[in-house]
């Protein structure tokens, strides 16, 4: 299945030889080296609505390599897509038309929307089929950081670019002298051909795809303007299939201002930040270089597996630091605008509650590469039914070798402990989080959207290959 949809993607580019390329570059006004973004324009001038089109197509785009991937997909012709860009409390409708030559559903990640447009009922019953159009709509409940993707074919659709980052302003936010969207992603090229690795190797489905070109906003080489004095947020997210990032700026440090799901309490500072497939960080950043001077984003290789294990990972791109993306600093030197912690909204338990909803076991079984949940693999991974509005204590056991990103759709949790610790910084809401080998995590959650949800893990190659489940939130 996942290989003819691959054929069938790879074929429709080569048949067409007007499928749009890179060389137009319309991804560089969206992404430009100003350090800013151009968001999708709003077509609805009424307050507190915003109106979005949004199509998904083949497109040629340049990792970086002087290569246009034939096999790329993009949202607008950009990737990543375009930026949604709202306000807390806004009513969002996203006219969605699918031209490319597969069936889709796109997921709004992290953002409490209902279950019809979440995308999962979509792709288990009803996706939008190439040449459909879809409105997708919901009001936004969540503030900071988020993004959309596809969620059909996922480690296929996702390495082809079919994403893009979600920015929900609170209110209060003061805005700083740059605010930034980083999308951190790594593709795999064929070494000789520079174009898109062809998936899914038996070893691939249960290590993950780890690439062999980085990329900051869909460049390996992008480089982003700055001036001394000056403040940045910069929102980070990791949009890889497989690949946790551990990234720090030369001779600058972090505050980690926001997680998941919104602004922290207590921001901390810190020089370097690791992101699990599917999570955010949000960091401000304060521009104390010497003006003229070139700063590199670096990427440090993050093991997956366990010390002594079974599996020797193999990272193609080494095992030490590699740089991501460039800070260039101009001549000048301004006073910036400082940071303004925005009003914070987050969860405050300070440990399990006693009503347990559920305890997840996670394992894997290297010799017959398979990934379960609880014994089996989606769509048999029986049911959890929990009750709404109820705070509720979940466990998450990994019994198997490596790190997995576990993902819950539609609700928002709190890390209450991990391997017997809390946390050492609370890291507020969240939706995604790490669970490392042989290692149980617990979180809590109020539970207050109620629906049939999917929960999975966020390494792409394990969810298509069934390390997924769905949650009931229901009764009261
Ligand atoms: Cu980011 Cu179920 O996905
Ligand atoms: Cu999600
Ligand atoms: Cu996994």
Redesign the pocket.
């Known amino acids: 299945m996942r290989t003819s949809l691959w054929l069938l993607a790879s074929m429709a580019c080569d048949a067409a030889p007007d499928v749009r390329d890179s060389a137009n570059d319309t991804d560089a006004t969206l992404f430009p080296e100003a350090c800013s973004y151009t968001p999708m324009p709003d077509l609805d001038p009424a307050e507190g609505v915003v109106q979005v089109e949004l199509r998904a197509s083949a497109f040629a785009w340049d990792p970086g390599t002087g290569v246009p991937l034939r096999a790329g997909l993009a949202f607008n012709e950009s990737v990543p897509g375009p930026v949604l860009e709202a306000t807390l409390g806004d009513r969002v409708l996203v006219h969605f038309t699918n031209d490319t030559a597969i069936d889709m559903s796109l997921?709004w990640?992290?953002l409490r929307v209902t279950p019809e447009m979440d995308g999962i009922q979509q792709m288990m019953g009803d996706p939008v089929s190439p040449g459909e159009s879809f409105d997708y709509e919901f009001t936004l409940v969540d503030g900071g950081f988020y993004w959309f993707h596809t969620h059909m074919d996922t480690a296929t659709t996702i390495e082809a670019g079919l994403y893009a980052p979600i920015i929900v302003h609170v209110p209060g936010e003061v805005a700083p002298d740059c605010d930034l969207p980083v999308v951190l992603d790594d593709v795999l090229l064929d070494q000789d051909t520079l174009q898109l690795a062809p998936p899914d190797t038996d070893m691939m489905q249960l290590m993950g795809r780890l690439g062999t070109v980085l990329m900051a906003n869909g460049r390996r080489d992008r480089e982003v303007q700055w001036t001394a004095g000056q403040t940045t947020l910069l929102r980070l997210v990791n949009a890889s299939n497989a690949r946790y990032w551990d990234i720090r700026l030369e001779e600058h440090t972090f505050t980690v201002v926001g997680s998941d799901g919104g602004f922290l309490a207590e921001p901390y500072t810190t020089d370097h930040v690791v992101l699990a497939p599917g999570e955010r960080t949000m960091v401000v950043v304060q521009a104390t270089g010497t003006p003229g001077s070139t700063y590199r984003l670096m990427n440090r290789r993050f093991q997956l597996h366990e010390e002594g294990g079974d599996m020797i990972e193999y990272d193609p791109m080494g095992e030490g630091e590699n740089p991501v993306m460039s800070f260039v600093y101009d001549d000048a030197t301004v006073t910036g605008a400082g940071w303004t912690q925005p009003m914070p909204d987050v969860p405050t338990w300070t440990g399990a509650v006693a009503n347990l909803g559920h305890r997840w076991l996670l394992e894997e079984d290297m010799m017959g590469g398979t990934v379960t949940i609880d014994g089996e693999s989606f769509p048999n991974v029986p049911l959890v039914e929990v009750m709404a509005n109820m705070d509720t204590t979940f466990e998450v056991e990994n019994d198997s070798e490596m790190h997995h990103p576990f993902?819950i759709?539609g609700n928002r949790f709190q890390v209450v402990d991990v391997g017997g610790v809390p946390p050492a910084q609370a890291q507020g809401w969240k939706?995604t989080f790490d669970i490392p080998p042989r290692t149980t995590v617990t979180i809590v959650s109020k539970l207050d959207n109620p629906g049939e949800w999917m929960y999975h893990c966020h390494i792409l190659e394990h969810a298509d290959e069934g390390m997924a489940g769905m949650m009931m939130v229901g009764g009261m």
Do not use: L, T, V
């Open positions: 997921h990640h992290g993902h759709h939706d």
